[in-house]
Nanobody, 121 residues
Framework: QVQLAETGGGLVQAGGSLRLSCAASGRTSSGYVMAWFRQAPGKEHEFVAAISWLRVIFYSDSVKGRFTISRDNAKNTVYLQMNSLTPEDTAVYSC???????????????WGQGTQVTVSS
């Protein structure tokens, strides 16, 4: 079983930056994919970014050029650097993990509890 734990959420003004981290513990394989999704109140899960073990990366169009996903395989940790934040980025951000690199939330087997990101205007 794999456990995921996010840190780094908070309140920031528009135009600011935040960095999220997600540490995986438990039985992760060398092919473990890690991703970030977000969910705003009343909305569906929205794909943000995903990264494979070999660092193949997908981004959503809404964050491309502003957010950067990276990972440290030795630490089983994925990061999400978020720059130029806008109020539309306000959501609960959740880390996900699984065996397939995908933009679809339902292919990921493991989920963290989520961390709130609030961007004020």
């Amino acid at each position: 079983q794999v456990q995921l734990a996010e840190t780094g959420g908070g309140l920031v003004q528009a135009g600011g930056s935040l960095r999220l981290s997600c540490a995986a513990s438990g039985r992760t394989s060398s092919g473990y994919v890690m991703a970030w999704f977000r969910q705003a109140p009343g909305k569906e899960h929205e794909f943000v970014a995903a990264i494979s073990w070999l660092r193949v990366i997908f981004y959503s169009d809404s964050v491309k050029g502003r957010f950067t996903i990276s990972r440290d395989n030795a630490k089983n940790t994925v990061y999400l650097q978020m720059n130029s934040l806008t109020p539309e980025d306000t959501a609960v951000y959740s880390c996900a993990g699984g065996g397939i690199l995908s933009r679809k939330w339902d292919v990921y087997n493991n989920w963290g509890q989520g961390t709130q990101v609030t961007v004020s205007s």
